[in-house]
């Protein structure tokens, strides 16, 4: 098992006392497997996405990636963890507005030691396999809301993560480009061979995904599947 979560709680302390928001979650997915995550707003899918990229930090639990403890790890390692082992992909894209597509790209790389020339190809290659290698040189807001989702996943896989994280990435989007961002994690993951966890509102879009479990207040289980 490449991913392995044992009993992660998270409680938020608030104003009204302690809030659980994950109830004991375990699970397990091999290095090249993909995963969607269902399940009513509020029920604590995004606080897990963070928990696993090391966003936030569980009350108790245990997490372990390839062998590695993000959960124990200083502040420093963590950071590295989070640049080199993990990729995001977020509802909204996140592209800084002054930069290029190409150099939204390239700024995870920015904290790296990698080769410069050599990282400026692999974000042409992946440009090139979204779709985008006529928009390089764009500006975000010269591209179309799913362009912009193709840049940020390109973005996103720049460091070549082992754990993809995506959270509700086509919720901004309309079905035709909805779709066809889902089809392109799971190519890009197919590819890459790592780990894709994907939160999605939709019954059409989860039914592309081999595995599908539901966040049901806290808790993780499997999704009875329609395939
Ligand atoms: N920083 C926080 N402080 C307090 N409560 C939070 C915080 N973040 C999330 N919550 C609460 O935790 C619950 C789960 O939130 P979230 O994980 O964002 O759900 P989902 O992504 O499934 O819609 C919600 O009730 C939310 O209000
Ligand atoms: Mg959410």
């Known amino acids: 098992m490449t991913l392995q979560v044992r009993q992660i709680r998270k409680e938020f302390i608030t104003r009204s006392g302690s809030l659980p928001v994950l109830c004991g979650i375990d699970l397990d ?18 606080t897990f996405l963070h928990v696993l990229g090391g966003l936030d930090k569980p009350s108790s639990g245990k997490i372990l990636l390839d062998g590695l403890d993000p959960l124990a790890m200083s502040e420093t390692d963590l950071a590295h963890y ?11 894209h996140h592209l800084l507005p002054q930069c290029t597509v190409l150099e939204n790209v390239l700024l995870p790389s920015l904290l790296g030691a990698m080769p410069k020339n050599e990282v400026i190809q692999l974000a042409k290659d992946l440009l090139a396999r979204v779709g985008l290698e006529n928009r390089m040189d764009h500006m975000p807001s010269e591209l179309s809301g799913g362009e912009r989702q193709r840049a940020a ?28 961002i889902m089809r392109l994690l799971l190519k890009l993951h197919e590819e890459e061979k790592n ?7 939709s019954v059409d879009l989860a039914k592309l995904f081999p595995r599908v479990m539901a966040m049901d207040d806290g808790i993780l289980a499997e999704a009875l599947s329609s395939n």
């Open 29 to 46: 997915l091999d290095s090249d497997k993909s995963l969607a995550i269902m399940g009513q707003s509020g029920s604590g899918k995004s």
């Open 82 to 92: 989070r640049n080199q082992k993990v990729g995001f992909v977020f509802q909204d």
């Open 153 to 180: 996943v390109a973005r996103a896989l720049i460091m070549r993560p082992r754990l993809l994280l995506a959270d509700e990435p086509t919720g901004n989007l309309d079905k035709r480009n909805a779709e066809n």
């Open 195 to 201: 780990i894709l966890i994907v939160v999605t509102h």
